[in-house]
């Protein structure tokens, strides 16, 4: 079974800050691209963010640039982060870890987490 293990979700006030991280432990994930996805209550899932295997491409969705930031750690379980900072209720969704074999937009990956709840209160 593949395995995406997220963490960092949370319940969070608006204007606040949370750090989500996903572990892709398995060596099949060596030189895969990483991101995340979420998924709003009622809403179709949309892209969020995602970064190549050696962190040279990086690609976010429009609305979110500025306030997110995804980063990766190879050397720790191949462990890809998501920072979002001024958190917006609009943010609320469920966050899911996502792995494929190039960074790109408009693709949909092949790999998927269990999602992660991110919460921002008004």
């Known amino acids: 079974q593949v395995q995406l293990v997220e963490s960092g979700g949370g319940l969070v006030q608006a204007g606040g800050s949370l750090r989500l991280s996903c572990a892709a432990p398995?060596?099949?994930?060596?030189?895969?691209?990483m991101g995340w996805f979420r998924q709003a209550p009622g809403k179709e899932r949309e892209f969020v963010a995602t970064i190549s295997y050696g962190a040279t491409a990086t690609y976010y969705a429009d609305a979110l640039k500025g306030r997110f930031t995804i980063s990766r750690d190879n050397n720790a379980k191949n462990t890809v982060y998501l920072q979002m900072n001024s958190l917006k209720p609009e943010d609320t969704a469920v966050y899911y870890c996502?792995?494929?074999?190039?960074?790109?937009?408009?693709?949909?990956?092949?790999?998927w987490g269990q999602g992660t709840q991110v919460t921002v209160s008004s």
């Open positions: 996502t792995a494929d074999r190039i960074a790109a937009l408009d693709r949909w990956p092949n790999y």
């Open positions: 398995e060596k099949r994930f060596s030189g895969y691209a």
